[in-house]
């Protein structure tokens, strides 16, 4: 039944998890872009590269690193900044962090929600990977749920 | 020296640990005085058992007088009731059982009605509950924590201090050691993996997913006013101090924001959204593993 019972297929969530980064990325350079604070980032060189990605013709290529950026925007409530961090590692991003510094409520409310949504993608580790004690996830299904689902697949089968 | 119990129960694995010092016969004891009070609350509660005080109820509208452990799980359903405008309720038993969710597996899709308004189907002034309506009581959001309470107070009533209850993921851990129990959160696309790990000390956790207990259309969350199950959050964890409560939780953070229920209540929760991103409490007790 496992095909069946799997909500995201691996491959679409390793897409996800791609373009996510993509996204992250695309955000930093444009807050890098706008901050105008050019003591606060480090800057690097960049290269023009060939790309396999028919969508794109040219890509750039990042020094390994961690680089901060403080964003400004003006809000209803007045002007505001937040801190991006970003690692960079063989040109991909491996962490993420964003420091709120807002200073009207609800600028600093929404500023917490985006710092607390803002490392996004999440991945699994085999359980034998780790050391634990118990697991806790969706409820381990009773026997009897599971021979239904089997007999109506058998069912299906044969009718079909 | 510890004592463990593993045995099926409620339609889950029960797997009991307890780390303090037992004779064999104190042991057996209370063995048999667990199974004993799960099948009382099954005898009460269970909407697949024709025998039940919910199966009694559902074939007649009526006065009934509920049993003695009632009052701490239906209050509890009624408040929460209120606050998510009526999306977490017991008189969800029907919709689900249409659904195919029913005392046979069936597992076949009927016509769905809506569940009527707590006010036009129930009076509830305990320890008397008058239905008004025919009524199928489904206590499956909260019960099962309910019920892992219930043992956990059998076995602190029996001198024990340290010990986990976990029913089919979801626990109720206990120390005088500060000592946590590491807690792996099922990634609910690859059950053979983890998200992260919590450190549970002294608290409950509860987590609801929508990859198990899954037919058809539906898993076994079932919004009253859609009449789908939802599918915007893959799994989602909630740790509060009683598994009643986590329990509850976890089923109304699928309804409503984490927000309205922080104003009565004290908890932290995990939502793992269906695009894998997060939104996590500040003190979620947990490691999570991301994008490296």
Request: net charge negative; glycine share 6%.
């Amino acid at each position: 039944m496992s095909e069946q019972t799997s909500p995201t297929p691996k491959n679409s969530r390793i897409g996800l998890a791609v373009a996510t980064g993509i996204v992250v990325l695309l955000i930093i350079l444009a807050v890098v872009k706008f901050s105008g604070k050019e003591d606060d980032i480090a800057t690097t060189p960049e290269t023009i590269t060939p790309t396999t990605n028919e969508q794109t013709t040219t890509t750039r290529t990042y020094k390994d690193g961690t680089y901060t950026a403080t964003g400004a925007y003006t809000s209803p409530g007045g002007p505001e900044t937040i801190v991006i961090s970003l690692t960079l590692k063989g040109g991909v991003v491996t962490d993420a962090t964003a420091q709120p510094q807002a200073e009207q409520p609800i600028s600093k409310k929404m500023q917490q929600a985006f710092s607390q949504n803002f490392k996004g993608m999440i991945v699994g580790k085999n359980i034998n990977e780790v050391t634990l004690d118990k697991v806790s996830g969706s409820s381990l299904t009773p026997k009897g749920f599971n021979d239904a689902v089997e007999q109506i697949k058998t069912q299906a089968a044969i009718s079909a | 020296m510890s004592t463990q119990y593993t045995f099926e129960a409620i339609g889950t694995h029960w797997q009991i640990d307890i780390k303090d010092a037992i004779t064999k016969e104190q042991s057996g004891e209370l063995y048999e005085q667990i199974i004993k009070r799960i099948a009382l609350f099954d005898a009460h509660y269970s909407r697949f058992r024709a025998d039940s005080l919910v199966s009694t109820i559902a074939r007649a509208p009526g006065s009934y007088q509920l049993p003695d452990d009632a009052e701490p799980m239906l209050s509890l359903y009624h408040k929460l009731y209120r606050m998510t405008d009526g999306r977490f309720t017991p008189l969800i038993g029907q919709a689900l059982s249409d659904a195919g969710y029913d005392a046979h597996y069936s597992l076949k899709e009927k016509k769905l009605s809506p569940p009527p308004p707590w006010d036009e189907a129930l009076i509830y002034n305990y320890p008397t509950l008058i239905t008004q309506l025919p009524v199928l009581l489904d206590v499956g959001a909260a019960g099962k924590g309910y019920l892992i309470d219930i043992v956990g107070e059998l076995l602190e009533h029996a001198g024990i201090r340290n010990y986990t209850v976990d029913a089919g993921g979801d626990m109720r851990h206990r120390t005088t050691a500060h000592m946590p129990l590491r807690v792996g959160l099922e990634n609910p696309a690859d059950t053979t993996q983890v998200i992260g790990i919590v450190d549970l000390q002294n608290q409950s956790l509860c987590g609801s997913a929508g990859n198990r207990r899954q037919w058809g259309n539906f898993h076994h969350i079932l919004d009253p006013r859609s009449l789908t199950s939802p599918t915007h959050i893959a799994a989602l964890w909630a740790v509060a101090d009683t598994t009643l409560l986590a329990d509850a939780l976890s089923t109304c953070l699928f309804f409503v924001p984490p927000e309205t229920l922080l104003k009565h209540y004290a908890f932290e929760y995990l939502i793992l959204q269906s695009d894998f991103t997060v939104i996590m409490s500040p003190h979620f007790p947990a490691r999570l593993f991301t994008v490296k």
